[in-house]
């Protein structure tokens, strides 16, 4: 049983790898910048010791549930890299650095050092390749979450007919945003002499108090203009939130979609709209 | 299984990046989506209070079981001047500021349970809980 022997010779001498392993990281030239001594010596302590039991209970198999914990040391370790900003080389070099010292304590026993090597080689490239992977997926994350700031950054007031504007709101709405927004509509309503604003919240995730007082605030400088306001958009979990919230909305007109606010807008502005019947 | 995270609650983008990760762990937790909106609401509203009246502090989120069921618990704390009145700044309408005065008093309508613990001088903790 070649996986016993592994298992046997890592937990007799797990306090002599322990120090191989560091000694070796830190040749490898990890940027003290980015990763002190202490969290390496952590590190490494933290992950041999769950190594040695899930090898023990677990065999080689990593799917098997004693591997968890390691598992999870090494997601957390990726995530914390890959939200610093490590290269994934030096996250993967954590794990597969393990091997040398590894090695040369399998060259020093007496068992079936081949059959010992393999098992380890196979082993490590598993969780090397499995460290890799914990660690693209929280890049992507961090990916995910820039690019819906991104939406943050410009919102385009649009004239859809002569007096009707519209603004689709997309992404979280924070104070200086929000007011950014607000005053360009403000803005425009007076540039094109606009009856009517649309404000399209169907992009928007959370509708807060803070949200919400921006948009009443807007409306009611609308309404000195002469201007009018329709939401459109408003969800029906966004809706029963802010009935929750204890938000009143008085009077102002709710449309469930920017198609339909922009009806009722032509509407209002007795515009009809006639279809070109063909052939008749 | 129980998943912990802390988050720094300093600046303003601080709160958009606590709404995403309450918004993943109540999808995680398999909320349902009004659920999961109110659970997100409700982190925005105190996470800003702690931000603008206590000076900033920390999220703690986690998503975990009550009673058998999933659920996702909040606990965001500051450290600023605290609520001498908790019973007036929970009413609806009231605010020292300039805002709706609903936040409190909405985040709590929004949530399973709700749990609020202030010292004047020493800070204030919300602790907010929504299950499935
Ligand atoms: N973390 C906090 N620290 C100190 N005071 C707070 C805190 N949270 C809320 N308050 C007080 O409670 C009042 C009501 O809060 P809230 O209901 O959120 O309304 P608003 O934020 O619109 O003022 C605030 O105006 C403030 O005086
Ligand atoms: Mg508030």
Not at chain 1, 215 to 243: D, E, F, H, N, Y
Request: hydrophobic share 45%; proline share 3%; with cysteine.
């Amino acid at each position: 049983m070649t996986v016993t022997v592994l298992a046997e010779l890592l937990q007799q001498n797990e306090t002599a790898l322990l120090d191989r392993w560091i000694a070796v990281q830190r040749a490898a030239g990890i940027d003290p910048n980015r990763l002190d001594d202490r969290s390496i010596t952590d590190n490494a302590r933290d992950l041999l010791h769950a190594l040695v039991r899930a090898i023990s209970e677990g065999g080689d198999d990593i799917e098997h549930p004693q591997w968890r914990p390691v598992k999870q040391l090494l997601e957390r370790l990726s995530h914390v890299h890959s939200q610093q900003g490590f290269p994934p080389t030096e996250t993967a070099t954590f794990v597969l650095s393990l091997k040398e010292p590894l090695f040369r304590l399998i060259q020093k026993s007496d068992g079936n050092t081949i059959e010992l090597l393999w098992a380890c080689t196979r082993l490590f490239d598993q969780l090397g390749l499995f460290t890799m992977q914990a660690y693209m997926a929280s890049r992507e994350q961090v990916i995910r979450e820039q690019q819906e700031s991104m939406l943050e950054l410009s919102t385009p007031v649009v004239q859809l007919w002569k007096g009707v504007l519209a603004v689709p709101l997309i992404g979280s709405l924070d104070s200086n945003r929000t007011q950014v927004v607000m005053e360009a509509l403000l803005q425009k309503i007076v540039d094109t002499e606009s009856d009517i604003a649309i404000i399209d919240i169907t992009g928007v995730p959370t509708v807060d108090t803070m949200v919400a007082q921006h948009l009443l605030k807007t409306i009611t400088a609308a309404k000195l203009m002469g201007a009018k306001c329709i939401i459109s958009g408003i969800r029906p979990q966004i809706a029963a939130t802010i009935v929750h919230l204890g938000v009143e909305l008085g009077d102002v007109v709710t449309k469930a979609s920017l198609a339909d606010a922009f009806q009722l807008a032509l509407r209002e502005l007795n515009v009809r709209l006639v279809a070109n019947r063909l052939g008749a | 299984m129980t998943t912990t995270e802390t988050l720094p609650l300093k600046q303003e983008t601080d709160i958009v990046t606590i709404r995403q990760r309450v918004r993943k762990a109540a999808e995680d937790a398999r909320l349902g989506l009004v659920s999961q909106t109110k659970i997100v609401t409700a982190a925005s509203e105190i996470a800003r209070n702690g931000l603008i009246y206590g000076g900033g502090g920390q999220c703690l989120i986690e998503r975990t079981q009550r009673e058998g069921r999933a659920a996702v618990r909040l606990v965001i704390i500051d450290h600023g001047p605290g609520i001498a009145n908790l019973e007036q700044a929970m009413t609806d309408g009231y605010t020292s500021g300039n805002g709706l005065g609903l936040g409190l008093s909405g985040a709590r309508r929004l949530v399973d349970a709700f749990e609020i613990a202030s010292q004047p001088g020493q800070g204030t903790s919300v602790e907010m809980w929504k299950w499935k």
